[in-house]
């Protein structure tokens, strides 16, 4: 019989980036509506949809193996859990996300000594009363169910919620006033399952992949052709990982470069390269880098 890792995967915001992460690691993932047993192109792999929040607590008591969910979880969870990898990305982009303090605009609030005998309404409930008693000031932390934005100033007095960019926040007039703590996806292993060899393994192959895709989302491949008189000028333009691969070309007497840039630095890069003499400069996507 086949060996088999169980693998949670987070359900509701987190779930299309992931999927999205998986797949260009090399994992394709399909979910039919309302199911929560999505399948995947390895056989190796059984995987269930979870709330985030509840994943590391099963990880830990040996009911899954393994899963993708929140640093900021786990530590709300108080897990014993092996931390694979970490990994940076969220639902809309590859930075942490924050759980802030939030309040009006009106608010007289001005910094988290203002929270004095106040009241303040979240999800990471445990997290901010560390967050509190860490800067000794006592107020009453209340749970939230979700729509936590709604709740002041009427109900509470402060919220604190994550975001990553804030812009539902302001769009609920609300300001950021401290940030509690920021988080990270991390893939995580139950204890036993990080000590067994074969699934150590698969744990150890998953991560390196979708640490992979990661890197390669802000990247792109550069081929060019340059000639000899211009190769210095060139290859001291190029930004790189590492050096660039230079090779002869066949019967030409110039070379071939690849290499590995930011996109962010493509779009000045490029036209300079040109300027500089390169030639036939092809620009393509990655799927995975692995440094």
Known sequence: MAQKLTLALPA???QQSTFELLRHAGWDIHVRSRSYYPTVN??????????????SRYIEQGTLDAGL???????EN?????????????????TPVRWVLAVPNSSPIESVKDLEGKRIATELVGGVRRWLEDNDVNAEVEFSWGATEVKVPDLVDAIVDITETGASLRANK??????????VTQLVANRAAWGDRWKRAKLDALGMMLQGAIVAREK???KMNVSADNLAAVL???????????????????????????ESVARGLIPELKRLGAEDLIAYPLNKVLL
């Not at 969910?69 to 530590?75: F, H, N, P, Q």
């Not at 609300?174 to 988080?183: G, H, Y």
């Open 12 to 14: 509701g915001s987190l």
């Open 42 to 55: 390895d056989p190796e792999l059984d995987c269930i949809l979870m709330r985030p929040q509840e994943i």
């Open 69 to 75: 969910t929140g640093r900021d979880w786990v530590l």
């Open 78 to 94: 108080g897990s014993d859990v092996e931390i694979v990898q970490e990994l940076v990305y969220a639902k809309q982009q590859m």
């Open 174 to 183: 609300l300001r950021i006033v401290d940030t509690v703590v920021e988080s």
């Open 220 to 222: 792109i491949g550069l």
């Open 236 to 262: 001291e333009t190029l930004p790189a990982i590492k050096r660039p691969t230079v090779a002869n070309l066949a019967g030409e007497g110039g070379y071939a470069v690849e290499t590995i840039i930011d």
